[in-house]
């Protein structure tokens, strides 16, 4: 059994811990947060998006208590000072959206950790996307990429390798973050993130279409987006549009996307529906894809759109928990 510690009790910390306890070859055995182990306990208890947990939540000294097991907690700022040499960890989780790039992912190598999870994209670590490049996951430091790229890279790969894509943009449709604010207000990462959250859409940056590159070198250079984030607070949709090879259709896209989704290698990662969803529908999905069959398009033979929906922090969460497994 894998051990496992989590550096940052924040919305994918907090989904890591509940998707562990189902997974029963995997243990954590510390959670890291500046957070009093009160705040903790409190917003693991109670959730706004899943509801109230449904195991028994309480904190005894410095340990968090689910049902019977009892989890370490500390509040260490340096990952340096963790202990985890001392309770034999496994994978360190680096989920506090800080320590992205490696010299300070190390950190958690030189404390006693095996091996680093980044749950973010990074510009100087290997990225590793379940099911896409699962078997270059063997590295001691490596990045789990966005819940974006979790979900567009299986679709890439599928019809790249099925039919051949010249090049692809993305638009995702994504659900409100914790970069943007809750009333107008500057921001520090582009002006549009700074309007209230919950009355506007707003236009923005993202690296995901990027950071599948690194997953799948050969699209580089050929592949790029854009996001609008959305006033709900879970469950987006990604709108890609590419050029193929070759002249397909509608119909045949779907029945790729479909074979595929049963495959050992996808049948965990991307799913498809014939039913009109919306995004309240897909909360809590553990797929990184459930494919919308119903919005395929394409046009004149060559110009092709898939959109797939994605809880956006549950389904990434289980994607980086996959991956762990395979270490």
Not at 116 to 133: A, L, Q, Y
Request: net charge negative; with cysteine; aromatic share 8%.
């Amino acid at each position: 059994m894998k051990k496992i510690a989590i550096n940052g009790f924040g919305r994918i910390g907090r989904s890591s811990l509940k998707v562990i306890l189902e997974s029963p070859d995997l243990e954590v055995v510390a959670i890291n947060d500046l957070m009093s182990i009160e705040n903790a306990v409190y917003l693991l208890k109670y959730d706004s998006i899943y509801g109230k947990y449904d195991r028994k939540v309480s904190f005894e000294g410095d340990y968090i208590l689910i049902d019977d097991k009892k989890i370490r907690y500390t509040s260490k700022k340096d990952p340096l000072e963790l202990p985890w040499k001392e309770l034999w960890v496994d994978v360190a989780i680096e989920s506090t959206g800080f320590f992205t790039n490696k010299a300070d992912a190390e950190k958690h190598i030189i404390a006693g950790a095996k091996f680093v999870v980044i749950s973010g994209p990074t510009k100087d670590t290997p990225t590793i996307v379940h099911g896409v490049n699962t078997a270059e996951g063997k590295v001691s430091i490596f990045s789990c990429a966005s819940c974006t790229t979790n979900n567009i890279s299986p679709l890439i790969e599928i019809l790249g390798r099925r039919i051949g894509i010249k090049k692809a943009i993305l638009n995702t449709i994504h659900a409100y973050t914790a970069s943007q604010t809750l009333v107008d207000a500057p921001s520090k990462r582009e002006p549009r993130m700074g309007r209230t959250a919950g009355i506007n859409l707003a236009p923005a940056a993202t690296g995901a279409a990027i950071a599948t590159t690194k997953a799948l070198p050969e699209y580089a250079g050929k592949f790029d987006g854009v996001a609008v984030r959305v006033p709900v607070p879970v469950g987006s949709i990604s709108d890609i549009t590419f050029v193929t090879e070759r002249n397909t259709t509608a119909e045949e896209i779907n029945a790729i996307l479909t074979e595929e989704s049963l495959t050992a290698r996808y049948e965990k990662v991307v799913a498809v529906t014939d039913e009109p969803l919306v995004s309240t529908d897909i909360i809590k999905s553990p797929f990184a894809a459930t494919v919308d069959l119903e919005m395929t398009r394409v046009v004149d033979g060559d110009l092709v759109k898939v959109m797939a929906w994605y809880d956006n922090e549950w389904g990434f969460t289980n994607q980086m928990i996959r991956q762990i497994q395979e270490l």
